[in-house]
């Protein structure tokens, strides 16, 4: 199937959905503002009850393994070198070599000039190659450029591509102009995973995080990711809790199941439990596996590496015996 | 010199949804005028002996009424009253006369009392478009809420009309109960019941829809109870048990219990009941006694 | 097994200290009690927790004149300040032991310990730090000129909200100059117990507070004492109505907070995950032992299959079991009595018609329990849509349109609370208007403050706890009638 066929189809499949023969903005925004509005104390308070759980022991132990795995180990830093890429990809290899038992992460998530250095650091580990692409972060750029910054990312090798949402047109009411850069993305990536960033602290509402999940699922995303870690504030339970009724509703309309991304400002072990305990009660226990949930991170992983030990030898564990790559 | 004018008599009824009907038992009763220092008390007219049916079409005249009278504005309900003072002002003169010879009083006291009942019902008109203000306000809960307290008025209120102050007494228990938005039932008093049928008329020539104001005319001691025990009744007033011939209050606060009326007791201590003094400036109870407050929350959020 | 299994997470119940057996708090002193000594157990594992003192009318008459000897001599003359600073001692000392007391009202009653430690005990403070502040400011309260305490109040409370209920009673009570005696109910007297101990750590005058146990005969002795003032209770209609027609033709003054069978209504408008957690807590929180539960749910017919098929995934997630368990959603039904009571009700609703879903969820085998149940197809005519049940049993009915809502809504002797789901604004104020209930929620549920008058209309009582409103019970003004 060419690429262009598959462009047709997200754009057939969505006119099927919506019940229209052609896909308009006053179709789509028809659509999206026909979603159920979303209180926000209502959701805050929803999302700090999910936050009181108490993992303990066994739980705990499968938690924290399981949140490791999931980790999208990142480094979007204008100051990236091949040097800390690579040290960076080590660190995924082996993530704490006291253990060689530990989970390695999902991926290593990378500017698009550091998907090959990535690629070729991994090598058939099986840890993916996640680029951000698209005009990273702030996604100001020509169409034509983010589609080239896309397939240059996927020639490099990577096989996941993190993308941003167009949030000027987000904000302005053009949401076929959003849902169509999507969907050609998605083209673009070929067999790449797309995840679509929506830069949750930039749409403000928590309605417009449930109409862009919605636009970005329509459009063909893989996965819907909050933040791109340099927007206050970044990914937060209750956005991530809309994320999730977001694609729990998606599937129960398709049948298709689209994964969860939060990215940036998870930093501990507790808070990353409490996104898992989320994932479990809202999205269900089919979520909880790294093709359909990602945590956004870096220093996540050296956390759940301490309470790894914690648990391990059962004395709490120091910076120290953690690496820093 | 030219024979005197034979008069012409007024029929006292009852006032039931706007309308003046006989009782539905066609009993009637003789009042009689009691004159201090007379002997013999004087006929005055025979007023209706109302039954415990009559108090019953009463309650549903005055069910009928809540929703319009409870749903209007306050300032709406603020100009009806007022109009019934000015009604009740341009029907001064019959005020008087049945307050004279119901209460037994001089003119210039009959005077006296009629104007202090108009500026009663003037006092309680001015209230309607205060009491949210007053009673009501913002709660300043601890979390993201939008919380406010609003007097409502509980619906409909029976009130046992105080015997002796038959005008000014009266006036000091129908215009609270109304003036908050509830509907009446008033049991009028016994041996003095026809300024409250003046005050009907005053009532049904002002703009008071029909229902929001009946009154039943007759035996306190037989109607009363069926007011106390009737389940769509939501509150009553007691105040006229005090010196109500074979009237227990605490009977009726006990038949009143059985749907959990709001009750408000007449004065007095103990056991006893006794007529407060209607000279007095009101407070705020006779009204509050007869409003709920409602509380609502909303979350607030973007 | 599910691939995230929650392990166990117990609170420590070491932190509690029960004796036992205990007697009555009578004038600053712990008495025996003359009735029989009953027993109060763990509703979740049948367990006997401790003897408590059931007390005898005699006993009640000592209390009585405890309090009116502490309210002539010491509480009644005190300045307004010193009453407020013994509240905010009381409400500090709440906070210092919160831990304590959660543990021991989740054992006594059964309910989640995230729920008494998140919700009972810090209301608990919360209310008397709010009337703390109010003791030494009546006058500016909007009472009525001059306003003076009662008397002697005589208390009685019920068993789902054991030390908020208490709080919500004796708070306002002192803050006023009153002294009170007050029963905890049977079935949870240890919350009530232990705080008779805060008072004397607080050196409450002795006598200002007393606590004295026992049943039905017990709260009747209360009630009917000649020394008491007023009457604050909340309980069922039943037990209500039978406390105002005691007090009937006397000078006794009564609150009654009642029953309640409320209405959570959803329009199709509505945000409907948080509509779902709204009808969850409404009618789940604390076992539906809430008087203002939402009871009834009224969804707009056109979104009625999508709401059920919503509720019910969101059920699935409610964990059922150890009250201690911090992740403990739905713990133990407080009595037998009570389990009987819901068993009863249900069967007459499958009886009636109606159809009966539960979660199927595996229960304890000792202790008291139900499972999150939800009937649909009800109708206003069945007894599970008419009859407050107080357990956790949701009934489902639809409706069309606004009025019809309304009209549904308050179609029942009950008027105590009622909740109201739509995102049009102008809607829930018409809504709001049209209800007759004391406390609406709109786009939320089942939220408390001290700051917020609570309390019912028609068969649900009269009177309003909390807030400025809530003081005009405790206080006797100059206001002529």
Redesign the interface.
């Known amino acids: 199937m060419s690429t262009t066929d598959a462009a047709v189809d997200v754009t057939a499949r969505a006119g099927d959905l919506l019940g229209v023969s052609r896909l308009t903005n006053a179709t789509l925004t028809g659509w999206l503002h026909g979603l159920?509005?979303?209180?926000?104390?209502?959701?805050e308070?929803?999302a700090a009850s999910l936050g009181?759980?108490?993992?303990?022991?066994?739980?705990?132990q499968?938690?924290i393994d399981?949140a490791i795995s999931m980790i999208d180990l990142t480094t979007l830093e204008g100051a990236d070198t091949p040097g800390k890429v690579r040290s960076l990809a080590a660190k995924a290899l082996v993530p704490d070599p006291s253990d060689p038992a530990t989970p390695r992460p999902a991926a290593v998530c990378v500017y698009g000039d550091m998907a090959a250095i990535a690629r070729q650091a991994l090598g058939d580990s099986g840890i993916h190659v996640a680029a951000v692409a698209t005009a990273f972060p702030s996604g100001r750029a020509s169409r034509r450029v983010k589609l080239a910054d896309t397939t240059d990312a996927v020639a490099a090798g990577a096989d996941e591509i993190d993308m941003v949402i167009d949030r000027g047109a987000f904000l302005s009411g053009r949401y076929l102009e959003v849902f169509e850069e999507i969907a050609e993305v998605k083209q673009a990536c070929g067999d790449a995973h797309l995840k679509v960033i929506m830069e949750t602290g930039e749409l403000?509402?928590?309605d417009n995080v449930r109409r862009a999940s919605w636009l970005s699922m329509l459009a063909g995303a893989d996965f819907i990711k909050t933040s791109t870690g340099k927007i206050q504030p970044a990914a937060t339970l209750p956005v991530t809790l809309?994320m999730l009724?977001a694609v729990r509703d998606w599937r129960e309309l398709t049948a298709a199941i689209v994964g969860v991304k939060p990215a940036g400002g998870i930093r501990t072990s507790k808070d990353a439990l409490k996104y898992?305990?989320t994932v479990?009660?809202v999205a269900g226990?089919e979520w909880?596996t790294p093709e359909r949930f990602r945590f956004g991170a870096s220093s996540l992983l050296n956390d759940l590496l301490l309470q790894r030990q914690k648990l391990r030898t059962g004395a709490y564990s120091g910076a120290d015996y953690v690496t820093i790559d | 010199m030219s024979p005197a004018r034979v008069d012409v008599r007024k029929t006292y009824k009852l006032y039931i949804d706007g309308a003046f009907p006989r009782s539905e038992s066609g009993r009637s009763y003789a009042v009689w005028s009691t004159p201090v220092g007379r002997a013999n008390p004087r006929f005055l007219a025979n007023a209706a002996m109302g039954s415990r049916k009559d108090a019953r079409d009463a309650v549903v005249a005055a069910r009928g009424a809540v929703k319009g009278w409870a749903g209007a504005t306050a300032y709406n309900r603020g100009q009806v009253l007022y109009r019934v003072a000015e009604v009740m002002e341009s029907r001064r003169a019959q005020l008087v006369e049945d307050v004279r010879l119901s209460e037994g009083l001089a003119p210039s006291r009959a005077e006296a009392v009629v104007s202090a009942a108009i500026d009663r019902w003037v006092w309680y008109a001015g209230w309607t478009d205060k009491l949210a203000q007053v009673l009501g306000g913002l709660n300043p809960v601890a979390g993201p809420y939008f919380d406010i307290s609003a007097p409502e008025p509980t619906g409909i209120v029976a009130v046992l009309a105080p015997q002796r102050s038959s005008l000014l007494g009266l006036v000091s228990v129908v215009a609270p109960v109304i003036a908050t938005g509830n509907t009446a039932v008033v049991l009028a008093s016994q041996e003095r019941p026809l300024p409250a049928i003046t005050l009907a008329e005053a009532l049904a020539t002002s703009d008071v829809p029909a229902g929001v104001v009946n009154v039943v005319t007759g035996l306190t001691g037989e109607v009363a109870p069926w007011l106390a025990g009737h389940r769509d009744v939501n509150a009553i007033d007691l105040t006229g048990a005090a010196d109500a011939e074979g009237v227990d209050w605490g009977e009726l606060e006990r038949a009143a219990a059985e749907n959990l009326k709001r009750v408000l007791r007449p004065a007095g201590t103990g056991s006893d009941a006794v007529e407060p003094d209607w000279t007095a400036e009101p407070g705020l109870s006779r009204m509050t006694t007869f409003l709920e407050t409602k509380t609502v929350w909303h979350p607030k959020g973007r | 097994m599910p691939i995230f299994e929650y392990a166990p997470a117990p609170e420590s119940r070491a932190i509690v200290d029960i004796q036992p057996s205990y007697g009555l708090f009578v004038g600053g002193e712990w008495i025996e009690g003359r009735g029989a000594a009953f027993k109060t157990t763990n509703p979740a594992t049948e367990e006997v927790l401790a003897d408590v003192a059931e007390a005898s009318v005699a006993d009640v008459d000592a209390a009585v004149r405890a309090a009116r000897t502490a309210y002539t001599r010491v509480w009644s003359r005190m300045s307004g300040a010193d009453r407020g600073k013994y509240l905010f001692r009381i409400a500090r000392i709440i906070q210092e032991r919160a831990r304590e007391l959660a543990v021991l009202e989740s054992l006594d009653n059964g309910k989640p310990i995230k729920e008494s430690r998140d919700v009972d005990v810090p209301l608990a403070a919360a209310h008397f730090f709010y009337h703390a502040g109010w003791a030494d400011k009546l006058e500016y309260a909007s009472l009525g000129p001059k306003p003076r305490p009662i008397g002697v109040v005589g208390q009685v409370i019920p068993w789902n909200f054991p030390l908020l209920m208490l709080a919500w009673k004796i708070a306002p009570a002192l803050a006023c100059g009153n002294t009170v005696v007050l029963k905890p109910a049977e079935t949870t007297p240890l919350t009530a117990l232990l705080f008779a101990e805060i008072c004397q750590q607080a050196e409450l005058p002795a006598g200002v507070v007393n606590i004295v146990t026992g049943a039905g005969a017990t709260g009747q002795a209360i009630v009917e004492h000649p020394g008491v003032d007023k009457i604050a209770f909340t309980g069922s209609t039943e037990v209500g109505k039978s406390i105002a027609r005691s007090i009937a033709g006397t000078r006794k003054r009564a609150t009654l907070e009642l029953g309640g069978k409320a209405a959570n209504i959803v329009f199709d408008d509505a945000p409907l995950d948080q509509a779902v957690e709204g009808i969850v807590n409404g009618i789940f929180f604390n076992q539906g032992h809430v008087c203002c539960a939402g009871s009834r749910l009224l969804v707009q017919e056109s979104i009625a299959e999508e709401v059920d098929r919503r509720l019910k995934r969101r059920l699935e997630t409610l964990r059922v079991g150890d009250p201690l368990d911090k992740n403990t959603d739905v713990g133990a039904i407080n009595s037998r009595a009570q389990l009987d009571r819901i068993a009863e009700l249900t069967a007459a609703g499958e009886a009636e018609g109606a159809v009966r879903w539960d979660t199927g969820c595996e229960l304890p085998s000792h202790g008291f329990w139900f499972r999150p149940t939800v009937f649909t197809g009800v109708s206003q005519t069945h007894r599970i849509a008419q009859e407050e049940i107080f357990g956790p049993v949701l009934s489902v009915l639809t409706f069309r349109t606004p009025q019809e809502a309304v009209a549904k809504a308050n179609n029942t002797p009950y008027g105590l609370s009622a909740g109201i789901w739509t995102e049009k604004g102008s809607r829930i104020l018409w809504m709001a208007d049209q209800l007759r209930a004391g406390v609406v929620w709109a786009n939320t549920f089942n939220r408390f403050d001290p700051t917020s008058p609570f309390g019912g209309y028609k068969e649900s009582g009269y009177g309003r706890e909390g807030g400025r409103h809530g003081l005009e019970a405790y206080v006797t003004t100059g206001d002529p009638r």
Do not use: F
């Open positions: 159920p509005g979303v209180d926000q104390v209502g959701c308070a929803r009181t759980r108490s993992i303990k022991t066994t739980a705990k499968w938690a399981a403000v509402t928590y809309i009724e898992l305990v479990n009660e226990e909880l």
